[in-house]
């Protein structure tokens, strides 16, 4: 197994996905809880093959990852080679808490607090397979962002804060 098996729940949103894995395995719905009633060994090795064959699928189309934490924002562009990071650190303001703020304006932010707010940026080379990365990344809390508009007005920030 490359990942991890899905968990129930994963599998319970992923139904019709696996019902069409089992029929490309020439595999009933009737056959396939006959094997989960035996205990049969490839019961596991047909959900780890199809957890495998979702997390590839998924893995292979990220282009953005975001994590927050308190006060560090995180935004990373996933790129062949390597992962481009584009942050935002604030220190001194206790009232402001990244993980809660879902519609923070950036922009009012950084030129209310800019003096508390550091920018910066950094890149990373993959040590291993890309794709098991980004899913280091996913298992480590970052979540999936279908658009780079927050990495681009990261970087928009940092040229302000280089003038």
Same mark, same amino acid.
């Given at each position: 197994m490359?990942?991890r098996r /899905? ?6 949103q992923? =139904? %019709?996905?696996? +019902?069409?894995?089992? &029929? *490309?395995?020439?595999i %009933?719905a009737? $056959?396939?809880?006959a094997?989960? &009633?035996r205990?049969?060994s490839? +019961?596991? =090795?047909?959900l780890?093959?199809?957890?495998? !064959?979702?997390?590839e @699928?998924?893995?292979s189309?990220? #282009?953005?990852? =975001?994590?927050?934490t308190?006060?560090?924002?995180h935004?990373?562009k996933?790129? $062949?080679?390597f !992962?481009?990071?584009?942050g935002? @650190?604030l220190?001194?303001?206790?009232e402001?808490?990244?993980?809660? *703020? #879902?519609d923070l304006? !950036?922009?009012?932010?950084y030129?209310e ?8 940026? &950094?890149e ?5 397979e890309k794709?098991?990365? +980004?899913?280091?990344?996913? =298992? &480590?809390?970052?979540l999936?962002?279908?658009?780079g $508009?927050?990495?681009?007005l990261?970087?928009? /920030? #940092?040229t302000?804060?280089d003038?």
């Open positions: 490359k990942y /899905l968990t129930n729940e994963e599998l319970k992923l =139904e %019709p996905d696996f +019902v069409r894995f089992l &029929a *490309s395995q020439s %009933p009737t $056959d396939w809880e094997m989960k &009633a205990g049969d490839r +019961v596991g =090795e047909l780890d093959d199809f957890s495998d !064959l979702i997390f @699928r998924v893995l189309n990220v #282009k953005y990852l =975001e994590k927050r308190k006060h560090e924002w935004v990373y996933v790129l $062949d080679e !992962l481009k990071l584009n935002l @650190r220190s001194g303001n206790e402001i808490d990244f993980r809660r *703020s #879902k304006d !950036l922009k009012s932010l030129l607090y800019g003096g508390n707010l550091t920018l910066f940026t &950094a990373k080379k993959f040590r291993k794709s098991l990365e +980004v899913f280091d990344l996913l =298992e &480590a809390g970052c999936i962002q279908k658009s $508009d927050l990495f681009e990261l970087e928009q /920030l #940092k302000i804060s003038q």
